[in-house]
């Protein structure tokens, strides 16, 4: 499986930005997906993640309200969206993937990682 993530760039603070991750390859329906960040100087952080059975979603504490994860299957893409953003949610983002994973906010083994995306978001 092969993940790209896409959709970061430049936005104000409170903007919104929608990102991206497809994935390649026939399963993407039995991987359980998040979301982790990484700003300069500071460890990965998770930030939301989506269960490949159920559907059920999870997020870190911070992005509550603010962030939403979906999936679509048919398409092989996981998407966050993002409102109501703040210059401390300047970071790369990183899909990835765990194949019947539980949903766990940790990035230890996951199976795979895409490249991320840069999300910079001015005051």
């Known amino acids: 499986v092969q993940l790209q993530a896409s959709g970061g760039g430049l936005v104000q603070a409170g903007g919104s930005l929608r990102l991206s991750c497809a994935a390649s390859?026939?399963?993407?329906?039995?991987?359980?997906m998040s979301w982790f960040r990484q700003a300069p100087g500071k460890e990965r952080e998770f930030v939301a993640a989506?269960?490949?059975?159920?559907?059920?979603?999870y997020y870190a504490e911070s992005m509550k309200g603010r962030f939403t994860i979906s999936r679509d299957v048919a398409k092989n893409t996981v998407y966050l969206q993002m409102n109501s953003l703040k210059p401390e949610d300047t970071a790369t983002y990183y899909c990835a993937a765990e194949r019947y994973g539980s949903i766990r906010p940790i990035s230890g083994g996951m199976d795979y990682w895409g490249k991320g995306t840069q999300v910079t978001v001015s005051s």
């Open positions: 390859g026939r399963t993407f329906s039995t991987y359980t």
């Open positions: 989506i269960s490949w059975n159920s559907g059920t979603t």
